[in-house]
């Protein structure tokens, strides 16, 4: 089965906390793609990063990180000084080889207080 | 370059009423994936079609629902008789073409409620 679990349902943190989201996927094919996608309170989808199968090294953008370990079946992403801004809920989502569709967990909600 | 466009982004209709919803992918890009978003949940691919075809439909209900990417213009999502809990939000993304993932964005999303 092609399944992405988002354990944390929310999370609150203080302006400039660091915080770390998690995300847990399963999937028997050796070659798939992982993703991160942001949705502000305005409700659209902003594409975050992509990661196939192959690439562990982990990966920083800005204040964005993402940890890809394969022995855990985990990508989780952590956000460093966090800022208002960054509130928003966080999906992960997994593309199996061979289709393009995605699976998505259910999000994280993340709020971020002054 | 615009980006995915859905039309409209909010709509309204009456128990047993049609929903049609509009999706023009980006420039250039000749494949389309419907997602449906339900109150507080995550999204759930519904149908992925390319120009005249639909190639996967595996995720949409079986009654009431259909999807078609004609050669000329959008795609386009058609809910007959819609009911109370097909109100959610609806999600169009495209690719240029099978296996660039990393270019398959999102539209803004149509908001559905059903009353």
């Known amino acids: 089965a092609q399944k992405v679990t988002q354990a944390q349902t929310e999370i609150s943190v203080v302006e400039k906390e660091d915080v770390t989201l998690d995300c847990v996927y399963e999937?028997?094919?050796?070659?798939?793609?992982l993703f991160w996608y942001k949705q502000p309170p305005s409700g659209e989808l902003v594409f975050l990063i992509r990661?196939?199968?192959?690439?562990?090294q982990n990966e920083i953008s800005g204040r964005y990180s993402w940890n890809f370990q394969k022995s855990t079946s985990s990508f989780n992403f952590t956000i460093t000084a966090s800022q208002v801004v960054d509130s928003a809920v966080y999906f992960c989502?997994?593309?199996?080889?061979?289709?393009?569709?995605?699976?998505f967990g259910t999000g994280t909600r993340l709020q971020v207080f002054p | 370059n615009a980006g995915v466009m859905q039309n409209p982004r909010h709509l309204v209709r009456r128990r047993g009423q049609e929903a049609r919803l509009r999706c023009s992918p980006m420039?250039?890009?000749?494949?389309v994936y419907w997602y449906r978003q339900l109150p507080e949940e995550g999204l759930k691919f519904m149908v992925y079609?390319?120009?005249?075809?639909?190639?996967?439909e595996s995720g949409m209900p079986k009654e009431r629902f259909s999807a078609e990417f004609p050669k000329e213009g959008p795609s386009i999502l058609r809910i007959q008789q819609v009911v109370r809990g097909d109100s959610a939000a609806y999600f169009c993304?495209?690719?240029?073409?099978?296996?660039?993932?990393?270019?398959?964005?999102f539209g803004p999303g149509t908001r559905l409620t059903v009353t």
């Open positions: 993304a495209s690719s240029p073409a099978q296996g660039a993932m990393d270019e398959q964005y």
């Open positions: 999937t028997r094919d050796t070659t798939y793609y």
């Open positions: 990661r196939n199968s192959f690439d562990e």
């Open positions: 989502a997994l593309s199996p080889w061979n289709t393009d569709k995605l699976i």
């Open positions: 420039k250039g890009h000749s494949h």
């Open positions: 079609l390319q120009k005249e075809n639909i190639i996967d």
